[in-house]
C-alpha cells in the first residue's frame, strides 16, 4: 500500500460521489424519513414500564442498519463499474496496488456512511427524542464501523457479479439475514439454538449488540468495544478476501 | 538498439477459442509501431499480453528488458483501452489528474495533457457529457499523463475527425522522436502509412512484420490497403490452409 496512492484514490472516489448530487440528497434525506415514519408508527404504544421505548429500540438499531444497507448496495455498483467500464483494468496497469484500491472505498464510503449516520442521528436524538444511555458520538462511531464492514462486503460480492441486477440481488442475501437474525426482531437468547449459531457467525449482529450496550449503559462497556473490534475485524477480513478475487491478469 | 517489446511464440486461449497461433515479433525503441488487423484479428488480446493482463497459454512477452507485467513495468508502460475507460461522472480534468498523480505526476502536467488531446476547452466538463471521440481522447490523455516509456494505444483515433486524427498521429511521432516506443492498433489500414513499422496480423496470425516502404517493396503496390490483400492472398495459397476453410 502506498499512502499517496491511497489519498488521491480515497479523493476519487469522494468526488465522484460529490458530482452525483442526488445520490448525496438521498443519502442524507432517506434515513430521517424513515425515522420519522418508525416514529409515528410507535407515537400510541405505551413504553412497558421500566424498559426503553419501543421506537428507542428500534430506531437506535435503524441508525446502524441505514449505512449498512446503503454502503453495500452503492459499493457493490460502484465497483461493478469499475469491472465493466474497463477502469479496473486500467488502474491495474498502474502503479496502484490492490489494497490501495479497496482500502480507498472502504475510506471513501465509510465516511459517507459515517456522515449518513451522524445525520440520521441528529435527527433521532434531536427531532424524535432518541434517549440513550450513552454517547450519541459512539453511536455514530458504530455506524461508521458498519459502514465499513458494508463497503468491504460489497467488495467481495461484486467479484461474483457480471451485471448490476446480479449485484442488487446479492443485497437480499448477504443485507437481509444479518439483519433478520441480528437480534432486534427475536432477541438473540430466545432464538433456536442453531439460528443463534449462525446469529453467531454474522458481524453484523455484533454491531447490533455494540449500539444495544450504548442504548443501556451510560459509559461504552468492555462488551461494546469487543464487539465494535470484530465488525472491523470482519471488515478487514472481507477486504483481505476482496483483494484475492481482484486478479490483474484475466482470460 | 535494444527492443521495447520482444515477443517470441506467443499462444493465448479465451475460453476454448485460440485467439493468437504463436506470434514472434519485436517493436523497436522510439518507434510508432502499428498493429493492424481486422476486428476481432487478435489486436486487443495481443496489447493485453503486452501490457500483463492476458493470461497466455504459452510463449513469451519481454517489455523493456522484463516479463510482461512485473510490477516494475507498470509505472513506465500507459495503456489505452479500446473502450474509453475514464470515469464518467467525473470531469475531463479530474480523470486526467488522478492518473497523474497514480504515475507521480503533478496537477499541471495533467492540464497539460488535457491541452494536448485538444480538450483544453472542455477541461470542467463531466466525461459523461462528452461525445464519443472527446471521450476516447479524455481516455487517451490519462494514458499519456504519466508520461510512459512505452505507450500501448488501442484503437485511438476511431470516431475523430481527421484533423484531429492528424493532429493526434503528429503528436505520437513527436513522443517516438524523444525516445517514447508506441503500439498503436487500428483496424483502418490507411493509418498504416503513418506508422514507422506495421504488424499485421489476422485470424491471430502474424501476417506482416516490416516498414511500410518494405510492404510496398515486397508486394509491387503502393497502396498499402492492396499490399496487404496480396500478403493475405499469398500466405493463404503458401498453406494457410485453415484460414482458406474458415473462409
Keep these: 500500500m502506498n499512502p499517496r496512492i491511497l489519498a488521491v484514490t480515497t479523493g476519487r472516489i469522494l468526488r465522484q460521489l460529490r458530482h452525483d448530487r442526488r445520490t448525496v440528497a438521498l443519502l442524507v434525506v432517506v434515513p430521517t424519513a424513515l425515522l420519522t415514519l418508525v416514529h409515528f408508527m410507535y407515537v400510541d404504544r405505551p413504553t412497558p414500564p421500566g424498559q426503553p421505548s419501543f421506537f428507542d429500540r428500534v430506531a437506535l438499531v435503524m441508525l446502524g442498519f441505514f449505512p449498512f444497507i446503503i454502503m453495500f448496495l452503492v459499493t457493490s455498483i460502484a465497483m461493478l463499474r469499475e469491472r465493466t467500464t474497463g477502469t479496473l483494468e486500467r488502474l491495474l496497469t498502474t502503479p496502484l496496488g490492490k489494497l490501495d484500491l479497496l482500502f480507498g472505498y472502504g475510506i471513501a464510503f465509510g465516511l459517507a456512511g459515517a456522515a449518513q449516520a451522524a445525520i440520521a442521528s441528529t435527527a433521532a436524538y434531536g427531532l424524535f427524542d432518541l434517549e440513550t444511555a450513552g454517547s450519541a458520538w459512539l453511536v455514530v462511531l458504530i455506524a461508521a464501523v458498519s459502514a465499513v464492514l458494508a463497503v468491504a462486503l460489497g467488495l467481495l460480492c461484486s467479484a461474483f457479479a457480471r451485471t448490476e441486477f446480479q449485484a442488487v440481488q446479492f443485497m437480499p442475501v448477504v443485507v437481509l439475514p444479518q439483519l433478520l437474525l441480528c437480534g432486534l426482531f427475536v432477541p438473540r437468547g430466545e432464538m433456536a439454538g442453531w439460528l443463534q449459531a449462525v446469529s453467531d457467525v454474522l458481524p453484523l449482529s455484533y454491531a447490533v449488540e455494540a449500539l444495544q450496550e450504548v442504548g443501556a449503559h451510560a459509559e461504552p462497556t468492555g462488551t461494546m468495544w469487543r464487539d465494535v473490534a470484530i465488525v472491523a475485524g470482519a471488515a478487514v477480513m472481507a477486504l483481505v478476501l476482496a483483494a484475492a478475487t481482484l486478479r490483474r491478469r484475466s482470460g | ?247
Design chain 2, 1 to 247: 538498439m535494444q527492443d521495447a517489446i520482444t515477443i517470441r511464440d506467443l499462444v493465448v486461449d479465451r475460453g476454448r477459442r485460440r485467439v493468437l497461433h504463436g506470434i514472434s515479433c519485436a517493436v523497436p525503441r522510439g518507434s510508432v509501431t502499428g498493429l493492424l488487423g481486422p476486428s476481432g484479428s487478435g489486436k486487443t488480446t495481443l496489447m493485453r499480453a503486452v501490457v500483463g493482463v492476458q493470461v497466455i497459454g504459452g510463449g513469451s512477452v519481454t517489455v523493456l528488458g522484463q516479463p510482461a507485467g512485473a510490477a516494475p513495468l507498470r509505472r513506465r508502460v500507459g495503456y489505452l483501452t479500446q473502450a474509453p475507460s475514464v470515469y464518467a461522472d467525473l470531469t475531463v480534468r479530474e480523470n486526467a489528474r488522478y492518473f497523474a498523480a497514480l504515475h507521480g505526476r503533478r496537477a499541471t502536467d495533467a492540464d497539460r495533457a488535457v491541452a494536448e488531446v485538444g480538450l483544453g476547452g472542455a477541461a470542467t466538463q463531466l466525461v459523461g457529457t462528452l461525445s464519443g471521440g472527446q471521450r476516447s481522447r479524455a481516455s487517451l490523455a490519462c494514458a499519456l499523463v504519466g508520461e510512459p516509456e512505452l505507450i500501448v494505444l488501442d484503437e485511438p483515433t476511431v470516431g475523430q475527425d481527421p484533423v484531429l486524427r492528424a493532429d493526434l498521429w503528429a503528436r505520437f511521432h513527436a513522443l517516438a522522436a524523444t525516445g517514447t516506443t508506441l503500439l498503436v492498433s487500428s483496424h483502418v489500414m490507411d493509418e498504416a502509412a503513418r506508422c514507422d513499422r506495421l504488424l499485421l496480423i489476422r485470424q491471430g496470425r502474424l501476417v506482416a512484420d516490416d516498414t511500410p516502404d518494405g510492404v510496398r517493396a515486397r508486394t509491387g503496390v503502393d497502396d498499402l490497403e492492396e499490399a496487404f490483400l496480396r500478403l493475405i492472398r499469398t500466405s493463404e495459397a503458401r498453406g494457410g490452409r485453415t484460414d482458406a476453410r474458415e473462409q
